[in-house]
């Protein structure tokens, strides 16, 4: 009897390993099939890049890509944002994003289809327009991993929600979406996924942190004020170039001394700009800083040591509250991008089976920020995962691992992936975590 149940069981963990292995095979075979054709929309995607909330004819694209796969497109859902459904039986709702933008840097690459494009900005100034943070990838993986879902619909039940976002770079695009029913109009999603392109990792690598993998972001001025004067009499003053002198020291000890050292968190003075001449003392100098953090809890203790350090410092030099410094977080934070740990490792689990485990690398978080953590944080708590997905081409890989040769980062004129196998993949590795997750 105990036998029988063995065999029984063995048979059946046999079975549905070839059935694993046939879903592999699959996805193998079309992304074989898509990618040439693939590899045009992409071309065409980077040598037209558009900067940040002017994304009208890369929305129209991917809005008719989308139709062309069957999907419900509403174009122009928040701005050039689009928003695509497409419903496929019963089953979980999972959303898909791509971000749109490119910024404004000139292409310093020898790609046959490098970008030479000068466009006006979103304030009308006239600048050069690069992808050169890889979203013109995320718009080809987004496309690719569709048009596999889609080819495979037989594999799988439940509703895909494809968004394709503008304005990442400058931080709006999520939070548009969001305040414009993304969550009201469309089904709720159960999870939301994502890729961002990586500079150091291998052509078609997975990086992956079950965790808060990107930093908050947040700008904070700060203005301080003095009582100005003659600068050959300083005793009739208060110099406030002394005062934001002694801030900038004084708010090194907030990450150093102040912050748990486990906690990641970073405090960087950017600009600073006070005074019109030699001998003047001025009322007043203005300060922009950038800070990094990975929880609520530690951007609070940097705001709230912002203000006490900077308020001490004045009170120190014998202003009194109505000349104490302002410290004004601008609007627009960006949120950390906190990976639902549960749902990472699922897509670590999937993904491997498509890539191998020499493929998948667990890697430390960045500080560098991603407006993607916003899905993550409304009050329908969805889960959220960004992997990073390798970009650079295995020499270059290579050479940089033995002999340390810089690769270009992302922002870098001289970035770009390595198309083939980050298509490769990147689409392999998301469409089985979509179908896993939707076979859940
Ligand atoms: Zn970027
Ligand atoms: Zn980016």
């Avoid at 590795?429 to 979509?434: E, G, N």
Wanted: charged residues 20%; proline residues 6%; hydrophobic residues 40%.
């Amino acid at each position: 009897m105990k036998k029988t149940f063995f065999l029984a069981a063995f048979l059946l963990i046999s079975i549905s390993g070839i059935a694993q292995d046939k879903l592999k095979g699959q996805i193998e075979s079309i992304i074989e099939r898509i990618e040439d054709e693939h590899f045009e929309t992409y071309k065409f995607l980077h040598s037209h890049p558009e900067v940040s909330l002017m994304e009208y004819e890369t929305a129209k694209k991917m809005a008719s890509h989308l139709e062309d796969l069957g999907f419900k497109v509403t174009r122009n859902f928040s701005g050039n944002s689009l928003v695509g459904v497409f419903e496929n039986g019963n089953g979980p709702v999972i959303m898909l994003r791509t971000d749109m933008d490119a910024l404004p840097i000139k292409e310093q690459t020898d790609l046959p289809y490098a970008s030479s494009v000068i466009m006006k900005d979103a304030s009308g100034k006239q600048v050069p327009a690069m992808h050169a943070c890889g979203h013109d990838m995320h718009m080809t993986l987004w496309l690719g991993t569709l048009n596999t879902m889609v080819t495979l619909k037989n594999e799988w039940s439940g509703t895909i929600i494809a968004i394709a976002q503008q304005a990442e770079e400058v931080s709006g695009g999520a939070i548009k979406m969001i305040e414009d029913g993304l969550f009201r109009k469309f089904p709720v999603p159960d999870y939301a996924l994502a890729y961002h392109v990586n500079p150091e990792l291998p052509a078609g690598s997975i990086g992956y942190y079950p965790g808060p993998i990107f930093g908050g972001v947040s700008s904070v001025d700060i203005h301080v004020f003095g009582y100005g004067g003659h600068g050959a009499m300083p005793h009739t003053t208060i110099d406030p170039v002394v005062l934001a002198s002694r801030i900038v020291l004084a708010i090194q000890t907030l990450v150093s001394r102040e912050i748990e050292p486990i906690q990641p968190a970073v405090v960087t003075v950017g600009s600073i700009h006070g005074g019109s001449k030699h001998n003047i003392i001025p009322d007043r100098v203005d300060m922009q800083l950038t800070v990094r953090f990975f929880s609520d809890e530690v951007y609070n203790q940097i705001i709230d040591g912002l203000k006490r350090i900077t308020r001490g410092i004045a009170l120190s030099a014998g202003l009194t509250e109505e000349k104490f410094p302002e410290v004004i977080p601008l609007e627009g934070l960006t949120p950390p991008v906190a990976n639902n740990p549960d749902l990472v490792n699922k897509g670590v689990v999937s993904m491997e089976k498509m890539l191998g485990s020499d493929l998948m690398y667990g890697v430390k978080p960045s500080t560098v920020g991603e407006d993607f953590g916003k899905y993550g944080r409304t009050p329908e708590k969805i889960p959220i995962a960004l992997f990073w997905l390798g970009g650079v081409e295995k020499d270059k890989y290579l050479d940089h691992i033995e002999n340390g040769t810089p690769l270009p980062g992302l922002h870098n004129a001289a970035f770009y992936p390595d198309f083939y196998p980050t298509f490769k993949g990147g689409v392999a590795a998301m469409a089985r975590t979509m179908i896993d997750l939707f076979n859940e």
